[in-house]
């Protein structure tokens, strides 16, 4: 018996034209646009946000220490002389001071990296594995690990420097007008670090890597925490609210931030004066009197 055969529809698939392609990526491009700058803005708020938070809690930190050890904030030089040991150099560099709070467990290698930090040759030393030596610390002849980086000018790729935060130079009058819980709103104790000498000068800082911490390409933008436990952004080296009272009873004057530039006590030396200067410092001797800082 044969069977009729039925009609067979064949249906094509229709794919989209070149025109249509174009007008999707158009579309695709055109939210691009819209989107990027706001979800830009939104993550750099975000890495500020988380920026203020760390920076305070570093400088809550300092606090601690300070609560056992009759109101001063902690100084590696002080802290060496307490030990007969020779295992450490004990200036007050900033590496022994950020090192030597990590040893004593107040917070960990990656606190003091920014999360607006610049730099690709600053790291967090225990990123991948741990690093920082917990076990080789006695609380006797080993205080820290002394492997930890903190001049940002030597830094390299192969050889990071491990912390971004400048603190209050702990040299000349600094320490007994500023480094201690007495110390007031104008009294700056740790901030994002500065250009060079506290220049901003377009030769100079178009190539610091201080440069667009908070996304700002023209002018220094940083953080700043002052001895009464204010966080604040500022967007300038010589912040508002932070006039320097000048030892000698002179009246009140402008403050760099990131320069020794009252000479109140020695007008020929500004570092031993009393104004604020952030600094990163690998070398601070009382005797002979030197301090040298570095920048990147």
């Known amino acids: 018996m044969a069977y009729p055969l039925r009609s067979m529809k064949i249906l094509k698939q229709r794919g989209f034209t ?75 560099t900033t590496g022994n001071l950020m090192s030597m709070m990590i040893g004593r467990n107040f917070f960990n290698t990656g606190s003091v990296i920014s999360p607006v930090e610049t730099n690709p040759a600053i790291q967090d030393m225990n990123a991948e594995t741990l690093a920082y030596d917990f076990n080789s610390i006695d609380g006797e002849t080993v ?18 420097a491990n912390n971004s935060y400048a603190h209050q130079a702990l040299w000349g009058e600094r320490l007994r007008t500023k480094w201690h819980t007495g110390a007031g709103s104008s009294d700056i104790v740790l901030s994002n670090r500065g250009p060079e000498d506290g220049v901003q000068a377009a030769d100079t800082f178009t190539n610091s890597n201080t440069l667009k911490f908070h ?25 508002e609210g932070i006039a320097y009272q000048p030892l000698n009873g002179m009246p009140l004057g402008p403050d760099n931030i990131f320069q020794a530039d009252w000479g109140d006590i020695d007008p020929t030396d500004g570092a031993k004066s009393g104004d604020n200067w952030m600094v990163i410092c690998n070398e601070a001797n009382a005797i002979p009197e030197t301090i040298n800082v570095v920048w990147d």
Request: proline share 4%; net charge negative; charged share 15%.
């Open 18 to 92: 070149l025109i249509e392609l174009l007008i999707v990526i158009a579309i695709i491009g055109l939210l691009s646009a819209l989107l990027l700058p706001a979800l830009n803005t939104a993550m750099r708020t975000a890495r500020t946000t988380k920026d203020k938070t760390q920076a305070k809690g570093v400088h809550g930190a300092l606090l601690l220490f300070a609560t056992s050890n009759e109101g001063k904030l902690p100084q590696p030089s002080i802290v060496g002389g307490e030990h007969a040991s020779v295992a450490h150099d004990f200036s007050d």
């Open 143 to 160: 205080l820290w690990d002394d492997s930890f980086q903190g001049d940002v000018e030597a830094a390299t790729l192969a050889n990071p």
């Open 215 to 239: 996304g700002s390409e023209s002018i220094w933008v940083g953080v700043i925490v002052t001895a009464d436990g204010s966080v604040r952004i500022v967007d300038a080296l010589i912040p």
